[in-house]
């Protein structure tokens, strides 16, 4: 599960396409349909705090958890920027611990894919239901295994920019739904003169039965599962699922 550590320093140049801003909204009518207007929100895989950060602009008390300590870095760093009142621990999702409950807990950006085992994710799922406050609400977004093997597939992409480049090349394994991403960076230092440095992150695809059965396994009460393109019903074709889930009493 161990990711972005050099890639930390140029993630947020390299995802500037992310619609954090269409996330965020979302987030926040889902939490205001819940009833949750305010109070503490737990943001699992906040990665430089991107969603974090915009939550935190909208009145939530926000707490960020990642296993990454280079993307927390960065996530620090934009909280020292904004003055912003977040606290960062470097957790793992598997094995998080929290001085309280929260109302509500969202997991973002395909970070639960990074959670290769169903037993991990049913693990996962445990301490949040574990955390949250009685009918408190968990959102969290997956990709499918659909987008794994069709849309990506064993595909390689390039892209070249003034002070960063990279090579993306992809591999999926269809007998376990693991998804191989081995990525080359150059990074401008000075002048002319640029870093190489290559990361291997490992993804597996899921199906919306397989998170279901996960959910409801760990205690929690599914609610609703949406396109997260088009924000209807999940179609054979969906690449990015939202599911949203509420919290069934403590089992921990």
């Known amino acids: 599960m161990e990711a972005y550590g050099d890639f930390a320093q140029v993630y947020d140049l390299l995802m500037d396409d992310i619609p954090y ?27 430089t705090g991107a969603i974090t950060e915009r939550l935190a602009r909208r009145g939530y008390d926000m707490i960020g958890i990642d296993q990454s300590d280079r993307m927390l870095d ?40 990074y959670l290769l085992e ?32 069709t849309v990506i597939a064993d595909a390689v992409i390039a892209e070249n920019r003034e002070d960063c480049s990279f090579i993306w090349e992809n591999y999926f394994d269809k007998t376990s739904s693991v998804n191989e991403y081995d990525l080359t ?21 899921y199906t919306p039965a397989q998170m279901r059965r996960l959910l409801e396994e760990a205690g929690l009460t599914f609610l609703t599962a949406l396109d997260a393109d088009t924000h209807a019903k999940p179609t054979k074709e969906s690449q990015r699922i939202y599911m949203l889930a509420k919290e069934k009493g403590k089992s921990l």
């Open 21 to 47: 801003g269409q996330w965020c909204d979302f987030v926040t009518e889902t939490l205001q349909k819940n009833g949750i207007q305010d109070g503490i929100v737990l943001d699992l895989g906040c990665g």
């Open 74 to 113: 960065m996530a620090v760093k934009k909280r020292e920027a904004s003055g912003l009142d977040i606290l960062y621990l470097q957790q793992d999702m598997r094995d998080f611990e929290l001085y309280g409950t929260v109302r509500a807990a969202i997991c973002l950006c395909d970070s639960l894919n």
């Open 118 to 149: 169903e037993e991990e994710i049913c693990q996962c799922f445990r301490l949040v239901n574990n955390y949250l406050d009685p009918g408190g609400i968990f959102l969290f977004d997956f990709n499918t295994v659909y987008k794994y093997e």
């Open 185 to 205: 960076f150059f990074v401008r230092k000075e002048g002319d003169l640029f870093s190489r440095f290559t990361e291997t992150h490992l993804q597996r695809g």
